[in-house]
Each structure stands twice: as structure tokens, then as C-alpha cells.
């Protein structure tokens, strides 16, 4: 049993999650439940994983913090890998990210959120629990920007989630731990860096959400990740950040800035075979940048519920709008949801503890032949394409 054919395992039942713990069977986790796999995995075993993955020159580091955050692709499948010390040993958690290039279309996103990159300057918040899609989204929105405009984009991520090929776009994509020691010293840096576009991977100090917000006013379009589980949240708590007396003027200055707010989770469609984004979409007009001053958040959900020729949804509605929608982006190649990324077979089919896909949630395309060992993320840069990235096509 090695990493490679547990990734393997898990892509080729449509996971979008794999779990090691020292002691415990592999668990996937498969349109949103878990189910266990194969025997127990030994704690040497698990911790020869991580130093590997980590390497001999970051491992000091990992025994210091008792964990370790990086991306990785293995198998062909870019992963998100978060190794960590627990109470059996050393864990792994790992997502399974895609190898397709995330698009509104394909994330199967109202097309109204393109709308929401045309503006050059501002504050775009996605928010949402772990899990439900945020970072497909969010590169769902990058791309947008890349395909259509040239701009100057800079994202700070821990780690790197998704690589993009520019195209018109020029792109530069940072990994605190790796490229920059914090978030707070990449945004410092990012402001002499002449960016168009800054996407902050995840706002959890108050000093990252001081620098993302005076950013979003000198000039620069800003997506920045918060955890919430609606808009009003999502706001609430970027104010609650800070200190009481200051406040006052952070939500002045985020109402100054604001511009849309995205609070997304992920429904199971079994018609489809796949799980689908819900979305409130928050837009910042005269009346919420009102309340969001006086910071009565409360009133923020009745706007929203209102607001539908402001081009704002919420739950409710964006819910009618997927019920009657009848053009979907379904992969061939997987049963699972933007949260999961679309795959490609890596590994023959392993016998599974727990039922996997049945007939019409996993169809791969008869003349599409596994590719073992190969990495196939279409959004990678690739050498000797820059000097055409400001070009626009004829």
C-alpha cells in the first residue's frame, strides 16, 4: 500500500476527500459521506507518507507546528493536503481537487456572476462552510477574468489550490510558507507589485482583513474567502473581527469597498447524479451599504428576498432557478460535484467496503484510455506561452 493507489482509490470512486488516521482504515468521502476502505494503516507508515510529502527541508517546521499545509499532484490529480499530528500519530487530509479548467459554465453557476469581475476596483467576498465549493467558485471567477481582459492578477493562497495557464491575463499565484512568509507580508508586497486583481485565499486575522480591505481601496479588484454560512454572516463577521471601538470604520470602509458577497453550499441532485451549487448573492447597493455602516446586519436577509432586480438572490430563489433549469454540465468521467473536481481514471477499480457508483453516476468515455501516472491538469502553466499572454486573439 503506498499514497499513489490510495489517491488512485479515491479517484476512481469519485471521492472528494481522502482521510488517513494512524490505526484507522482509509475513509472517502463520496458525495458528502464518508465510508471506510482496507485494512488499518500503520502510524510508521503514515508519518513515512508526510515526511516525504513534506520533505527533509520543511520537516523541522512540521514538528514545530504540529502541522503542515501543501498541494501536491499525484496520481494526475492536483491535491490539497493538510498533514497534522493527533492523538494516534500523524493524519492526512486530503482533497481532491480538478483537473478540468473551472468555468461558470462547468461549475454550473448562474451566468449573472461574470457580471461581478467587469468592475476594476472593489470587494468580492465568497463565503460558505468548508467544503461546499469556495475555491472552485473563486478560480471559476479568476478564469473568467483570464479569458476575457487583460489584467495583471495576483493570488495569495495556503497552499496553492488551482494552477492557472494565463491567457490573456498575466497571472502570478503565491504559496504563504512557500513564496511569502504570511498572508499580512503578500498583500504588503502585492501593492508594489502593480496587480489589477488580488485573490486572497482566506481572511482570518484581522490584519489580513485590514490589508484585503484597503486594498479593495486603492484600485484593485479584490476576491477574498470567508467562513460563514450566509451573506449577512459573512459580514458580521469581518466587522467582529476587530476591535470594538474601531469597528465604526471598518464597516465604513467596508461598505466603501464592498461590492458583491457570495455565500454558496452544495445540494445532492440524484436526477444528475451530481451535487450542485446553491447560492445568496449579496449585492452591494445604497440601501445595504446603509446597513452595513449602521451595522444592522439583521436587515441584510429581507433585502435579499427583495432585491431581485438588483441582481441579488437568495437561497430561496437561486433554489426555483436550478429547479427549473434544464441545460446542466454533467462530466462523463465522474458522479461528483464541483466541491469534489472532475477526474480522470487513474487506477483500476478497487473493491469497495461500502457501495460504489452504480450505472449513470460513473460513465467513462469508452475511448478515453486511463492514464497512470500522468499529470493532466489542463490549467498548469505552460513553458514558452507567456510572451503570448497579452495578446488577444485575432
Known sequence: MDLESLIGLAQTNGASDLHLEAGLPAALRIRGSLKTTGEPIPARMLREFAHRL????????FLERHSFDLSRTIQGVRCRINVMQTARGTGLAIRLLAT??????????????????APTNGLILMSGPTGCGKSSTMAALIQEINLTEARHIVTIESPIEYTFRPRRAYIRQREVGRDTPSFEQALLDALREDPDV???????????????LAASETGHLVMATVHSSTCAEALQRVVGAFPAEIQSSVAAQLADCLLAVISQRLRFRPDLGIRVPECEILMASTAIKAMIRTRDFFKIPSMLETGGELGMWSYQRYRKWLDARTNWHVSSQTPESPDSEEMEPDAPATQFSSPVPTKGERNPEPASP?????AVIEIEPVEGEFGKILKRPE
Open 54 to 61: 513534506i520533505g527533509e527541508e520543511q520537516w523541522n517546521r
Open 100 to 117: 478540468f479548467q473551472a468555468t461558470i459554465e462547468k461549475l454550473n453557476l448562474h451566468p449573472d456572476l461574470k457580471k461581478l469581475v
Open 198 to 212: 488580488l485573490m486572497v485565499g482566506e481572511m482570518r486575522e484581522p490584519e489580513t482583513m485590514r490589508l484585503t
Open 370 to 374: 486511463p492514464r497512470v501516472g500522468r
